[in-house]
Nanobody, 119 residues
Framework: QVQLVESGGGLVQPGESLRLSCAASGINFNTYTVHWYRQAPGKQRELVASITTSGTTSYADAMKGRFTISRDNAKNTVYLQMNSLKVEDTAVYYC?????????????WGQGTQVTVSS
């Protein structure tokens, strides 16, 4: 059974930091490109950051310089370090693992972790 489990969310004040984790089981996460998405109340889900199997990273413009995505292949885990958090970063954060090869693909989602930034 494949599972992606996010953790590390919580309530923080503006300017503080959180590190989210996405731990995979049942798959070799090293072969998946992993994306972090977020969804705020009343808004569409948006892409936050991505990391490829080779470790290439990309970020949404609003997160550049504040968020860092990384992976620990030995732990089958991807992280999202979030610094200088803002109220507008409040959302449920989801990880998404995508595997694609020669026309076949698989995509798995975690259940989400709530991040609330409030003074």
């Amino acid at each position: 059974q494949v599972q992606l489990v996010e953790s590390g969310g919580g309530l923080v004040q503006p300017g503080e930091s959180l590190r989210l984790s996405c731990a995979a089981s049942g798959i070799n996460f090293n072969t998946y490109t992993v994306h972090w998405y977020r969804q705020a109340p009343g808004k569409q889900r948006e892409l936050v950051a991505s990391i490829t199997t080779s470790g290439t990273t990309s970020y949404a413009d609003a997160m550049k310089g504040r968020f860092t995505i990384s992976r620990d292949n030995a732990k089958n885990t991807v992280y999202l370090q979030m610094n200088s958090l803002k109220v507008e970063d409040t959302a449920v954060y989801y990880c998404n693992g995508v595997w694609a090869w020669l026309g076949a693909s698989q995509s798995y989602w975690g259940q989400g972790t709530q991040v609330t930034v409030s003074s």
